[in-house]
């Protein structure tokens, strides 16, 4: 049983940072991708920033490039997501992801298979 648990968001003022966490427990077999996703109110689920879970590829929605770095830790199971420069239109729910195999897709949040209950992050002007 895969579980993710996110953390770290909260109210930041514009062009401030945040850091959020995804702590995972349990494990998938073989290569995963894992994701941030955010979702604002009204709007759909889109793709932030994913990563495999092994080697450097990484990948990024234009939304945020330039502003996020994913990164994970596979000897603590965590996943981070470094936000630098934050506008308002940043504000949303981030969620945390993760599926089986490659991040083939991306940024759709579909096939991801597992998903945390997400962290809210606001940014005020």
């Known amino acids: 049983q895969v579980q993710l648990l996110e953390s770290g968001g909260g109210s930041v003022q514009a062009g401030g940072s945040l850091r959020l966490s995804c702590a995972t427990s349990?494990?998938?077999?073989?290569?995963?991708?894992m994701g941030w996703f955010r979702q604002a109110p009204g709007k759909e689920r889109e793709g932030v920033a994913a990563?495999?879970?092994?080697?450097?590829?990484?990948y990024y929605a234009d939304s945020m490039k330039g502003r996020v770095t994913i990164s994970r830790d596979n000897a603590k199971n965590t996943l981070y997501l470094q936000m630098n420069n934050l506008r308002t239109e940043d504000t949303a729910m981030y969620y945390c992801?993760?599926?089986?195999?490659?991040?083939?897709?991306?940024?759709?949040?579909?096939?991801?298979?597992?998903w945390g209950q997400g962290t809210q992050v606001t940014v005020s002007s």
């Open positions: 349990g494990s998938i077999p073989g290569t995963s991708c």
């Open positions: 992801a993760a599926r089986q195999w490659s991040c083939g897709g991306w940024p759709s949040p579909d096939n991801f298979r597992y």
């Open positions: 990563v495999l879970s092994y080697g450097p590829t990484t």
